[in-house]
């Protein structure tokens, strides 16, 4: 089967040699309340491959017996990613809801045999009678009504005569037992919604526990796997099967460790609420974990399988790093794709002794890979290169362009720097250089030494693109929801620029982009007017050191380094502003470093400084806001003033509004040019700092999640974390988190 063995795998192989199974018959059924992540993937490449690898058949089963939640569009997004992974199921989708009335019948047995009844308890009273793990539950009175009353009521339910929560069927099993799932567990419950398949036929919907153990003996199945978290479930699976009568040919539910990945959330209730809250962009939003995000990031169903299968199946949950997703991506993208050239932050270098232009034939494919293809890269005097490709004061391992330093250009001819040109503030904008005729990549005679080569584009020839970086969409390795988001998630680029063969010649969808990563061109936001291309990972990863110790990594110097101030030596007057900031301001050094080495930067805050004395917040604002805006223009062309961000970070400070809401007003002042006091009370965005507000807003979220506050008090404290969250949410944001964060922790208590 060229499968390692797993310990499902030796259960099934065990059933078959008994003679227990006759034929193998697995099912993957979802709940259609949203769309398939990483999670689901495992369990498709499970159930699919088992029944694969014994010759056998997987069924696909929508567990739809919820109609407030379920929708088409899940079910379609269910199948696409099925088919997409590359499995295929027998027959038809299948669907619970076909087998509603089955289900009922299999109720009304069960009622007879006096094995279950109809409860009118109140929903917090049937919690309360459940008893807790020391101490036994206390069965409901409802539980000594007759056969007749329980059967007549219960076809009432059916019928609609009663209100949602009024009634529910119960099994009668052991309000004693040490399962607490087995203490008489709910059935049955009525639900007045349209169903999206059998519209207002039902008032009453079947529990997962009694519908979906049946809904496997319906469909034949041999072998019931599911995640470890419905392990105790497993003895409602077999009470019924078994109290109903239905032996031989029954299935056996084995549970295996769902998948847990950190810096990711898979819980569909926390998915939905960023889908919903507008966090992302939709369910194939690229920072999500979903089968169609990871689809539209560009990752590829052999990568994702890959993947899964490096995981394992175990018996134990564990977490996994996000790396070894990312090592699979590349392991599969590494011997398939084309390698191209695209510049993402241009610096103009223009070659004064080249004339004309000319067409150089270049592979794209390394040495190392099998695979046969070229294109024509276009040559002239003006080409582009990325602006950390050089350096006018470099460290000493720096082996990229320099005023003293030679560089090849990928493919091309060895250039020198001869001249820097710079703009009123200082910033290096052009680079005059010259090249060597006679160092042309294959037939170099020149004699030059370089150190390294560096990839370009041709300036009159390259085309525009939009590139989109993605980043892990939470800044915590095991983050509780929308309070953990990374607002770096998304980065884009409109002026980037390619060679011009990977949008006239389409040769591939998925690229490397020479020493940026791997590349996808957008399925949705793509045409050749505005190509579009979603960055699918970076070149290297933790992941990658893991698995190959002995591979050295290239000492390449990222962007970011320059900003910390741990390449270019400062001059004096930068060396004197980072100490008046570090010991006369008390900004921290990489604020500090990054406003001194910045001219505009350090001007506009030295002008806004003087308005307000309020230097480590007007310093945040500076190098974090203000900074993402003069990347793009001068201080000239902002639409907001240097007296507006001090008022903005005035009422920061005083508490009218909190950080979060700043970024919002900010914003707005981008656009708009407004005065952020004026944004404040147009939008009603002032802070909700009033404790009596905020506590009630608290208790209202404290009801809606009785569970959380229950795992929170037995001891999950990285709960606090998901109450603020939701206290934050439900303002809007403007709930001052200080007093957020010390109300729920009393509350909490």
Not at 118 to 144: C, N
Request: overall charge negative; some cysteine; glycine content about 6%.
């Amino acid at each position: 089967m060229g499968k390692r063995k797993d310990f499902l795998r030796t259960i099934v192989e065990e059933d078959i040699k008994s003679g227990e199974c006759k034929e193998v018959v697995t099912r993957f059924p979802p709940e259609p309340n949203g769309f398939p992540h990483i999670g689901h993937a495992k369990s498709i490449a499970i159930n699919f491959g088992i029944a694969r690898d014994y010759n056998g058949h997987c069924n696909l089963r929508m567990d739809d017996t919820n109609p407030t939640k379920e929708d088409t569009k899940y079910v379609e997004a269910l199948k696409d990613a099925v088919e997409w992974l590359g499995f295929t199921w027998k027959n038809d989708v299948c669907f619970t809801s076909d087998y509603f009335p089955k289900i009922y019948d299999y109720a009304i047995e069960l009622i007879k045999m006096g094995k279950a009844y109809v409860d009118s308890l109140p929903e917090d009273e049937i919690r309360e009678y459940r008893g807790t793990v020391t101490e036994a539950g206390k069965r409901s009175k409802y539980a000594a009504r007759s056969v007749e009353e329980n059967l007549d009521l219960f076809e009432r339910m059916k019928n609609g005569e009663f209100k949602d929560g009024e009634h529910i069927l119960r099994a009668k099993i052991d309000m004693s037992a040490a399962n607490m799932k087995m203490r008489d567990p709910l059935m049955y419950r009525i639900r007045h919604a349209e169903h999206f398949r059998t519209g207002n036929e039902w008032a009453v919907y079947p529990m997962y526990d009694f519908a979906h153990c049946l809904s496997d003996y319906i469909e034949g199945v041999s072998h019931s796997i599911c995640t470890l978290e419905f392990e105790n479930n497993r003895d409602i699976y077999n009470w019924v099967l078994e109290t109903l009568g239905l032996t031989p040919e029954r299935p056996y539910q084995h549970e295996f460790a769902r998948l847990g990945i950190n810096y990711t959330v898979m819980s569909k209730r926390k998915l939905l609420e960023l889908v919903e809250g507008g966090q992302v962009d939709g369910w194939d939003d690229p920072r999500l974990p979903t089968i169609a995000g990871y689809k539209r990031r560009g990752y590829t169903p052999e990568s994702i399988l890959a993947f899964c299968d490096s995981v394992g199946i175990a018996k134990a949950n564990s977490m996994v790093d996000v790396s070894q997703l990312e090592f699979c991506i590349r392991d599969d993208l590494n011997p398939k794709v084309p390698r191209v050239m695209c510049v993402l932050d241009p610096l103009k270098i223009t070659l004064v002794n080249y004339e004309g232009n000319e067409e150089i034939e270049t592979s794209y494919y390394p040495h190392d890979v099998p695979k046969e293809g070229s294109r024509k890269l276009p040559f002239s005097s003006e080409i582009y290169i990325e602006r950390d490709d050089f350096m006018q004061n470099p460290p000493k391992d720096y082996f990229r362009l320099t005023p003293e330093q030679s560089v090849r250009l990928k493919g091309a001819y060895i250039i020198t720097c001869k001249e820097v040109i710079k703009d009123a503030s200082g910033n290096v904008i052009e680079i005059k250089a010259e090249y060597s005729k006679e160092s042309k990549s294959g037939s170099d005679t020149s004699g030059i030494k370089v150190k390294s080569a560096i990839h370009w584009v041709d300036a009159n020839a390259a085309i525009k693109v939009e590139v989109r970086l993605y980043d892990r969409l939470f800044s915590v390795e095991i983050p509780e929801g929308v309070a953990d988001l990374n607002a770096n998630s998304l980065t884009v680029i409109k002026d980037a620029y390619i060679e011009p063969a990977v949008i006239n010649e389409k040769p591939d969808e998925r690229f490397q982009f020479e020493r940026q990563g791997y590349f996808y061109a957008d399925p949705i936001d793509y045409t050749d007017a505005k190509p579009v291309f979603n960055k699918i990972v970076g070149l290297k990863g933790s992941w990658d050191k893991k698995k190959t110790k002995t591979e050295t990594v290239p000492k390449t110097r990222a962007k970011k380094e320059q900003v910390d101030g741990e390449v270019v030596a400062m001059s004096d007057a930068q060396t004197a502003l980072f100490t008046k900031y570090t010991q006369e301001l008390k900004l921290n050094s990489e604020v500090a470093n990054t406003l001194a080495r910045d001219s505009q930067l350090s001007a506009f805050y030295e002008e806004a400084l003087s308005e307000i004395n309020s230097p480590v917040s007007l310093a945040n604002i500076v190098t974090n806001e203000v900074a993402r805006e003069l990347k793009q223009m001068q201080i000239s062309e902002l639409k907001f003033s240097t007296s507006q961000i001090s008022q903005l970070v005035k009422i920061i400070d005083d508490g009218t509004i909190s950080n979060k809401i700043a970024k919002q007003v900010f914003e707005e002042m981008v656009k708009s040019g407004e005065n952020p006091n004026k944004i404040v009370e147009d939008k009603g965005l002032i802070q909700i700092s009033d404790p009596v507000i905020i506590s009630a807003i608290i208790d209202e979220v404290m009801a809606k999640n009785p569970d959380n506050v229950e795992k929170f008090k037995a001891g999950n404290i990285k709960l606090l974390g998901f109450f603020v969250g939701q206290v934050l949410k439900s303002t809007g944001g403007k709930a001052n988190p200080q007093v957020v964060n010390q109300l729920v922790a009393q509350k909490l208590k």
